[in-house]
């Protein structure tokens, strides 16, 4: 089986030709099928982009392949249903109930007159109960806090239903309890067969949540390993700017912080991909 997501020297470069800049550069990875993998770096690093070159929305350089099939070769609707993108935006616009809003993820496999079969209705009020939204279902998204409107964008890609799961901060503007409830329901879809990749700012939650840590750092992917190994005093220091020491414990892996380093911390980031 090939990976589900396999990228060879990677680039991105957003902006308009004449002052366009450089996002992503050299980035080589690859993710197997049903495997969670957490994304983490400082803001700015290009998580969000990654993410998005992942789901084929962003031109790129090098080499990106989902499912052994180049991304550029996949049309939009193919690829919808291969993989789903819970984006950073919490806010929807739109005055329609949740349950409609949900039911937009079946997009990439009704017909062309958008008619929802038993399926389908099937998918949306599994999405509902798996976002614990089955209650606010003929509510207004208008009238739902933020942190209720990322719930529903992330029920929305539920019901998408592919293979694989692309999260970009899934967890902002949520409680703590839904956090928590959020992770443990998306490392349970990559025990099923999906893959979930996260991009994630509490890096114990991301030890936690993925047995698999890529960090990013200026738009370079600096370290690839398990939380444990990834995440050193020297690490946190040259990526983050923190004093801190990671410590494991029988619950997981605990970061102790003491304080920041100061300014000049990307200068001391650059090279830095033996971490």
């Known amino acids: 089986m090939p990976p589900a997501f396999d ?8 902006g308009a030709r004449a002052d366009a800049r450089e996002v992503l550069a050299g980035v080589t990875f690859s993710v197997a099928a049903g495997e969670a993998v957490a ?8 998580k969000t982009t990654l993410l998005r070159a992942l789901a084929g929305l962003v031109p790129h350089t090098g080499s990106l392949r989902l499912d052994g099939w ?15 993108l819970v984006r ?15 039911a937009m993820g079946r997009a990439p496999h009704v017909d062309w007159a958008g008619r929802l079969g038993p399926a389908d209705r099937t998918a949306v ?4 109960v798996a976002t614990d939204l089955t209650g606010f279902a003929d509510r207004s998204v208008r009238r739902l806090s933020g942190g209720e409107q990322q719930r529903v964008n992330l029920a ?21 309890r839904h956090q928590l409830d959020l992770l443990a329901r998306a490392r349970a879809l990559a025990d099923s067969g999906r893959t979930v990749v996260a991009a994630l700012h ?15 750092d200026r738009g370079r992917l600096v370290a690839d390993g398990p939380p444990a190994a ?9 990526v983050f700017g923190v004093r801190a020491v990671p410590e494991p414990t029988p619950a997981g892996l605990r970061i102790r912080y003491f304080g920041t380093l100061g300014e000049g911390i990307g200068e001391r980031a650059t090279g830095i991909g033996g971490y």
């Open 125 to 128: 009020d599994a999405a509902l």
């Open 156 to 176: 929305q890609a539920l019901a998408q239903d592919t293979p694989a799961l692309l999260l970009d901060e899934p967890t902002a503007h949520l409680d703590v």
């Open 70 to 84: 180049p991304v550029r070769r996949i049309d939009a609707r193919a690829r919808a249903r291969r993989v789903a």
């Open 39 to 46: 994304l983490v770096g400082p803001n700015g690093a290009g």
């Open 7 to 14: 990228a060879q020297d990677l680039g991105v470069r957003l």
């Open 88 to 102: 950073q935006q919490t806010a929807l616009g739109v005055d329609f109930t949740v349950r409609e809003v949900v």
């Open 230 to 238: 990834v995440f050193t005093e020297a690490l946190l220091g040259a």
């Open 202 to 216: 509490d890096l114990e939650r991301a030890a936690a949540f993925a047995g698999r840590v890529l960090v990013l």
